[in-house]
C-alpha cells in the first residue's frame, strides 16, 4: 500500500476505526491515500475534519474543488490524485471523460463556470509561482463574488493539494481504484 506501515480498515480500533467508517460512508470504501493518515491518528483527525469541511462548502462546488485537486496535481505528477479526482468527476460529477481530458490540457476548456474557471485559474497561478499574483487579481476575485474566505479556502485547497502530491509520491501510496 505504501512505504508506511498503515492500520488497514479491518483491523482498525478506537478513533481510527471511527473515521474510517465515516469515511467509508460517504466513499463506500476507505482509499488507500486515506489509510495512509492512520500513520498519524492526529493528523488523520485534522484531514478528515478538512476533508468534511470541504465536501460541505457553502460556495466551492464538488466539481470546482476536484478541479483543482486534479490540476495540481497535474503539476506535481502525482498520477494517484490525477486518477482519482478525474474519476471523481467522472463518476460523481457526470463529467466525460473526453471532459475531463479538455480540462487537463487547458481548464479554460472545462465545463465548470466562468466563475468558476476564474477562481480555479488563480489557484493555479499562486502555486505555479505565489510570487506573480497581484492585489489585481484578488480583486478581481471579488468582483466575480468570490468572498475573501472563498478564495482563502480555494488556495488553502490546492497549497494542501501540493503537500499531498508530496506525501503520496513520496510514500508510493499504490493506486486502489
Not at 13 to 36: C, D, F, H, K, N
Not at 106 to 130: I, M, Q, W
Amino acid at each position: 500500500m505504501s512505504l508506511l506501515t498503515t492500520i488497514n480498515p479491518e483491523n482498525a480500533t478506537g478513533e481510527v476505526a471511527e473515521m474510517y467508517r465515516g469515511i467509508q460512508s460517504v466513499m463506500g470504501r476507505v482509499p488507500s491515500v486515506m489509510q495512509l493518515w492512520s500513520a498519524s491518528p492526529f493528523l488523520m483527525r485534522q484531514n478528515w475534519d478538512y476533508s468534511n469541511y470541504m465536501m460541505q462548502h457553502p460556495t466551492l462546488t464538488m466539481q470546482l474543488s476536484a478541479t483543482i485537486r486534479m490540476l495540481i496535481s497535474e503539476q506535481n505528477d502525482c498520477r494517484y490524485c490525477i486518477d482519482f479526482n478525474a474519476a471523481l468527476l467522472i463518476d460523481h460529477c457526470q463529467w466525460t471523460e473526453e471532459q475531463v481530458l479538455a480540462t487537463r490540457a487547458n481548464y479554460a476548456d472545462s465545463p465548470l463556470n466562468e466563475r468558476e474557471k476564474c477562481l480555479l485559474g488563480f489557484v493555479l497561478k499562486a502555486t505555479h509561482d505565489s510570487h506573480s499574483v497581484t492585489a489585481d487579481d484578488v480583486a478581481n476575485l471579488r468582483t466575480q463574488g468570490w468572498t475573501d474566505c472563498d478564495i482563502y479556502d480555494a488556495l488553502n485547497h490546492a497549497a494542501r493539494m501540493v503537500a499531498g502530491d508530496i506525501m503520496i509520491n513520496a510514500l508510493k501510496v499504490e493506486r486502489d481504484f
